[in-house]
């Protein structure tokens, strides 16, 4: 009997493309906001309690940095008692819980990478604070949870499915329109094709409960992974097109490049992603 996967967010960049690739190997429930309301403690559980979910995969966010920045009280209503209602619930219904939490939970870290889920962190903005305390809240609520700390992620436009201002698609355009675009220096982090990560899904959902890093890990600073992304797109060298901010994150680098050692060894080997570079490279060979 197939498993049954509750999917929140499932029209969203990520959710849409995990209902394309797993919905002959699943049976989803994919609610409106209607049919359920996440920051609703009592249409979470009655919803779970009538359609009876194996895994409640948690992918509905406020993710946009800035927008958070500006409506913290949103923010907090969605990104934290939302996934608090659903952990809850999930443990009351005997559902595996498993949620997209974030990089950004290393915004405010000073060591160099990558990093390890066993460092201490100290986010510095609305969004990972708010991720971060999920996390925590939700831990507490139901430690079978798994908090996978999402990276920046990027696709192809294709008809139907959802796209936001990805690392690949800010190029692109640069390069189609000849207008410079700046990337920043002291930035460090992993940017992941998200079919890799939809690819993994289903593995995460037999992890033991905790956080794991979830991603493309990456050495170099953005800027010079623009580069090599430009000129792999247009045989090009930066000169004027793309530009480095040396001022943006002035007090400190911003690190966010993760090691994921620790799911790889908790999935037996499974959930083994190409480094930043390496994505990237088949990404455009696939173009």
Known sequence: MQKKILVTG????????????????????MPSHAELDITDEASVDSYLLHNTPDVVLHLAALSNTWYCEQHPEESY???????????RAAMLHGAKFVFFSSDQIYNGNLECGPLSEDVPVMPENVYGKHKLEAERRAMELNPATVALRATWMYDKPREGMPLHNNFVQL???????????????????GITWVKEAVEFLPAAFG?????????AGNSMNTYETACCYCEMLAGLQSGAL???????YPGHERNLSM??????????????????????????SML
């Open 242 to 248: 793309l530009q480095p901010d040396y001022e943006r």
């Open 207 to 215: 992890l033991p409960g905790g956080v794991y890093n979830y991603g």
């Open 77 to 87: 209503k969605v990104n934290v008692e939302g996934t608090c209602n659903l952990a």
């Open 10 to 29: 499932a029209s969203g960049f990520v959710g849409s493309r995990f209902v394309e690739r797993w919905r002959y190997d699943f049976s989803l429930l």
């Open 259 to 284: 090691s994921t050692d620790k799911i790889f060894r908790a999935s037996g080997g499974t959930v083994f992603f190409s480094t930043t570079m390496d994505g990237l490279r088949l990404f455009h």
């Open 171 to 189: 190029i692109a355009a640069s390069v189609n329109e000849r207008r410079p675009i700046m990337f920043p220096v002291r930035e460090y982090r």
